[in-house]
Every structure is written in C-alpha cells, then in structure tokens.
C-alpha cells in the first residue's frame, strides 16, 4: 500500500531536481498546450456573451482571461524565478477568492476546479524554479 502512495505522490508532487534543462523547457511548453486552449475558450465565452447580451457582462471572464494570458507569458519566458511566483500568487488568489465565495453562496465546483489550477500553477512554479536554478548551475 505504501508502494502505490509513494507513486501517487511522485505523479501527483514530481521532483524536477532529477530533469535536466530541456525536458524541463519540454515540460513548461507542454503545459501551454494546455492554457492555451483555456484562453481560447474563456475568449470565445467573453466574445459570446458580449455579442448576446449586454457589452459589459463580458466582463465576468476577463479576470480568467487576464490570468490565463500571464501564465502564457510567463510559462514562454521558460522558466525565470518571477514567472513561477506570479503563477503561484495567481493560483493562490484565486483559490482564496473561489474559498471566501463559498460561504457566500457558490458552488463548490468552482472551488475544486480553482483547487486544480493551484496545484497545476504549482508544479509549474516549481518547474520554472528547477529550470532557473539548471540555468544558474550551468553557468558556474
């Protein structure tokens, strides 16, 4: 039993001290293609909402929009210490926020997916750190 959570803790928490350089850049570009998709679709709701009904009711996803555009930028930078602390105090915030709003009435499934984009914004911090520090390594 102690074997399948070891290996759960390792898929879920990887260590990317044992990566080198370039599958750590292979990694942060795999995850844009994952935020990209994210972008088009919160544009798409935005540019359907603000065409369907009031202008300013599109409003309600650029804060995803805005959010999701940084992890773009900062996931491209590959791997500098600010881009991965960005990501985690946007996770982070939006955590919190999707938390304080379930006691005022949300659902929890904004909750548990804010809960995934923090773990994800997470491990891709720590990518980014792992990266910046093969780099700073390398040079020495």
């Known amino acids: 039993m102690g074997n399948f959570f070891g290996r759960l803790c390792d ?3 990887p260590d990317f001290r ?3 350089g370039e599958d750590l850049k292979r990694y942060l570009l795999i995850s844009l293609a ?3 998709p994210l972008l088009v679709y919160y544009s798409a709701l ?3 909402l603000g065409c369907a009904t009031e202008t300013w009711m599109a409003l309600v ?5 805005l959010g999701i555009l940084c992890a773009i930028l900062f996931v491209s930078v590959l ?4 881009g991965g602390c960005v990501l985690e105090i946007y996770a982070l915030v939006c955590f919190k926020l999707s ?11 904004g909750l548990l997916i804010d809960g995934l984009l923090l773990w994800y914004a997470t491990n891709l911090a720590r990518a980014c750190f792992a990266l910046w520090n093969e780099r700073f390594n390398a040079r020495w």
């Open 11 to 13: 898929v879920a928490w």
């Open 18 to 20: 044992v990566y080198n």
């Open 99 to 109: 938390f304080w709003q379930l006691f005022m009435g949300a659902n929890i499934v």
């Open 79 to 82: 791997g500098t210490r600010l």
């Open 34 to 36: 994952v935020l990209v």
């Open 46 to 48: 935005a540019a359907v």
């Open 61 to 65: 996803y650029a804060p995803h929009i």
